[in-house]
């Protein structure tokens, strides 16, 4: 079935930078919007940039200059690139896709890679 995959996540210092990758596997015929999605301990899940199928995106403003995503849509596979990051940015960040496919419609959720920014 469909599954995405994020990696890239790790352990970083404030001011410092990671690139984010969520690979997409399964029969999928298109792939709508696909956003990032952070969740830190004890917080709710909330949305941090999203790009649609013709690459217009949207940021929360929190994120906005230091953070960019993008899409290749050849490989079914959207980044983000992450810039300046702050000791309260670490968190899970999962990748989502609204996207159709073999049997489902609708969105999917990776698993998450863990990004931890010490201070």
């Known amino acids: 079935q469909v599954q995405l995959v994020e990696s890239g996540g790790g352990l970083v210092q404030a001011g410092g930078s990671l690139r984010l990758s969520c690979a997409t596997s399964?029969?999928?015929?298109?792939?709508?919007?696909m956003g990032w999605y952070r969740q830190a301990p004890g917080k709710q899940r909330e949305l941090v940039a999203v790009i649609t199928s013709g690459g217009s995106t949207n940021y929360a403003e929190s994120v906005k200059g230091r953070f960019t995503i993008s899409r290749d849509n050849a490989k079914n596979t959207v980044y983000l690139q992450m810039n300046s990051l702050k000791p309260e940015e670490t968190a899970v960040y999962y990748c989502n896709a609204d996207l159709v496919a073999r049997g489902y419609a609708g969105e999917v959720w990776g698993q998450g890679t863990l990004v931890t920014v010490s201070s």
């Open positions: 399964g029969s999928i015929f298109r792939i709508n919007n």
